[in-house]
């Protein structure tokens, strides 16, 4: 895995598993806000349902192991996928391809739990909550889901990851499967659910998983009446194989996997002169028998007969809906959804090529660092970045909002190695 940051976890899936169907849960991406909690145990673990219902539920994992179980092979996808691509750079985790996966999911219909509880007419969101606790003065990780989406039959409570109870990593015992929309819905670790008849409005849902709903300007402020919450991801492709660098002459197989929203992929088209002309690949399977899948990845391949010479690879997925990817970047100001058509430049030559690492040195920390900016997560956090000075100056707000215990005096020292050693 790619370590984005070790601690809170943010672990990234490298290219090479885009070449398999079922994610393995040992490569399957991590994303969490804060430390993973404690794994319960589970006979004294209870999921709490309440709100405005005609009667408040608590259930215990077997009374959900009876209720009718339902399996699902779903992609999952970070609202942030993508982010370290967007120009200017935006702060967050700094993701490139891979904190997305395919996995088979197994649990119970959201709405037969629903059912037993009772919406009241004036139900309108779900609010979920997972175990994880904030750190400091940061908002807990809460958020809501309309109805609708939380009644749809495709809207599962999920015990099981590929075939296993779900690892603690992953949101045991109990995680939300929202297919189609972009993870920071598929709260990890539930505990408690309730029905509100408004929508959340907490940090998580006001602030964070916004994006405008029209093009903006890099850089431009965004009035927060035109943000709307991320839901529906967008349809997207990633070329797995060849990596970019130099690769044989002769036969090549061009390959990768593509998914979308609700609306599933209808085509894959792959250029190898930077997007002038284009192939159609051909696409794996899209159904399989006994499993829902339509909310699955696509693997797909297309056979490439190449002489020496440089190339510019790309692939554009194309949904039924008829959305297609994107060829040129368009910015929003939180870096979501990213999913312009990838470029690889391959050059191919019988030449034999190596790489080698280039080392490199930190430089001496600034007094209060430590203690001000490394306890709750390490400098992994901060190498990621490649901000400005102003946002630099933003981040060190929003953290000593959280409470990080930044000395007055330490400030400007931290400000200007931050800004100087982590920059665009
Ligand atoms: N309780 C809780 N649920 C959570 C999160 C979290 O921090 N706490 N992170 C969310 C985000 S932003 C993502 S991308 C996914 C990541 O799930 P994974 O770690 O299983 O890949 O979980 C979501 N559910
Ligand atoms: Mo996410």
């Known amino acids: 895995m790619i370590v984005r940051s070790s601690r809170p976890e943010d672990l990234e899936m490298p290219l090479e598993g885009f070449n398999q169907w079922i994610t393995p849960v040992d490569?399957?991406?991590?994303?969490?806000?804060?430390?993973?909690?404690?794994?319960?145990?589970?006979?004294?673990?209870?999921?709490?349902?309440?709100?405005?219902?005609?009667?408040?539920?608590?259930?215990?994992?077997?009374?959900?192991?009876?209720?009718?179980?339902?399996?699902?092979?779903?992609?999952?996808?970070?609202a942030g996928n993508g982010r370290s691509f967007y120009q200017p750079r935006v702060a967050g985790t700094q993701?490139?391809?891979?904190?997305?996966?395919?996995?088979?999911?197994?649990?119970?219909?959201?709405?037969?739990?629903?059912?037993?509880?009772?919406?009241?007419?004036?139900?309108?969101?779900?609010?979920?909550?997972?175990?994880?606790?904030?750190?400091?003065?940061?908002?807990?990780?809460?958020?809501?889901?309309?109805?609708?989406?939380?009644?749809?039959?495709?809207?599962?409570?999920?015990y099981e990851m590929n075939g296993q109870p779900?690892?603690?990593?992953?949101?045991?015992?109990?995680?939300?499967i929202v297919p189609g929309w972009a993870s920071d819905s598929w709260t990890k670790w539930l505990e408690h659910i309730e029905v509100l008849d408004h929508e959340f409005e907490g940090f998580w849902m006001k602030t964070a998983y916004r994006h405008p709903t029209h093009p903006v300007e890099p850089g431009a402020a965004v009035d927060p009446k035109e943000m709307v919450p991320v839901t529906d991801l967008n349809v997207k492709s990633v070329i797995a194989s060849p990596v970019a660098g130099w690769i044989k002459p002769g036969r090549v197989r061009i390959s990768g996997t593509a998914w979308s929203n609700t609306s599933p992929v209808a085509r894959v088209d792959v250029s190898v002169d930077g997007g002038s002309t284009w192939k159609p690949a051909k696409l794996g399977p899209s159904k399989l028998r006994?499993?829902?899948?339509?909310?699955?990845?696509?693997?797909?391949?297309?056979?490439?007969?190449?002489?020496?010479?440089?190339?510019?690879?790309?692939?554009?997925?194309?949904?039924?809906?008829?959305?297609?990817?994107?060829?040129?970047?368009?910015?929003?100001?939180?870096?979501?959804?990213?999913?312009?058509a990838q470029r690889v430049d391959v050059e191919v030559t019988t030449k034999e090529m190596i790489n080698i690492p280039i080392e490199s040195r930190p430089p001496a920390q600034p007094p209060g660092y430590q203690s001000a900016c490394l306890t709750c997560h390490d400098e992994?956090?901060?190498?990621?970045?490649?901000?400005?000075?102003?946002?630099?100056?933003?981040?060190?707000?929003?953290?000593?909002?959280?409470?990080?215990?930044?000395?007055?005096e330490d400030r400007d020292a931290i400000l200007k190695y931050l800004a100087s050693q982590f920059k665009p």
């Not at 059912?115 to 004036?122: N, P």
């Open 27 to 78: 490569q399957f991406f991590v994303r969490c806000h804060t430390y993973t909690p404690e794994p319960p145990n589970l006979g004294e673990w209870r999921l709490k349902l309440d709100g405005v219902v005609n009667q408040p539920v608590t259930l215990t994992i077997d009374d959900l192991k009876k209720m009718r179980r339902v399996e699902m092979v779903a992609v999952m996808e970070c």
């Open 95 to 158: 993701w490139a391809f891979g904190s997305v996966g395919n996995a088979r999911w197994a649990g119970v219909r959201f709405r037969d739990v629903l059912e037993k509880a009772g919406l009241k007419d004036s139900a309108q969101h779900i609010l979920f909550d997972g175990a994880d606790v904030p750190l400091g003065k940061m908002p807990k990780f809460q958020r809501t889901i309309p109805v609708k989406k939380a009644i749809d039959p495709d809207t599962l409570l999920a």
């Open 166 to 176: 779900l690892s603690i990593e992953h949101g045991f015992p109990l995680r939300m």
């Open 290 to 340: 006994k499993v829902e899948s339509q909310y699955a990845w696509r693997l797909w391949q297309l056979d490439w007969q190449v002489a020496e010479g440089q190339y510019t690879l790309r692939a554009r997925a194309t949904n039924e809906a008829g959305q297609t990817q994107p060829l040129t970047e368009e910015w929003n100001p939180s870096g979501y959804l990213w999913n312009v």
């Open 380 to 408: 992994g956090m901060m190498v990621q970045q490649q901000l400005t000075p102003a946002q630099w100056d933003r981040e060190v707000n929003k953290m000593t909002g959280w409470g990080a215990p930044l000395k007055p």
